[in-house]
């Protein structure tokens, strides 16, 4: 069982910028994709961006160019850094964790989210 939390939200100005954090409880080497999700009232969630244990990203359309996402192995740690925030990046955020294990269990862990709010 993983844990994950979420730090880092809070209200800004467009054009600002912002950094989410999410600690996990356990190492985070050996996930598959640790991911970060966003959803605004009375709208679906979506993919805001993704790390594979490899290293590669992938990046929703709306974000490509302004969010990056990183990660800490030793502090079991992934982070979004938010640059040129706009107001339709309003949403709760929240940390995901995918585990493909080698046996072909998998898993899926969701942090309780953090709210960003980006006024014009």
């Known amino acids: 069982q993983v844990q994950l939390v979420e730090s880092g939200g809070g209200l800004v100005q467009a054009g600002g910028s912002l950094r989410l954090s999410c600690a996990a409880s356990?190492?985070?080497?050996?996930?598959?994709?640790m991911s970060w999700y966003r959803q605004a009232p009375g709208k679906q969630r979506e993919l805001v961006a993704t790390?594979?244990?490899?290293?590669?990203?992938n990046y929703g359309a709306s974000v490509k160019g302004r969010f990056t996402i990183s990660r800490d192995n030793a502090l079991n740690t992934v982070y979004l850094q938010m640059n040129s925030l706009k107001p339709e990046d309003t949403a709760i955020y929240y940390c995901?964790?995918?585990?493909?294990?080698?046996?072909?269990?998998?898993?899926?862990?969701w942090g309780q989210g953090t709210q960003v709010t980006v006024s014009s």
């Open positions: 790390v594979a244990s490899g290293g590669n990203t």
């Open positions: 995901n964790a995918y585990q493909l294990r080698a046996w072909g269990a998998t898993h899926d862990y």
């Open positions: 356990k190492s985070i080497t050996s996930i598959s994709y």
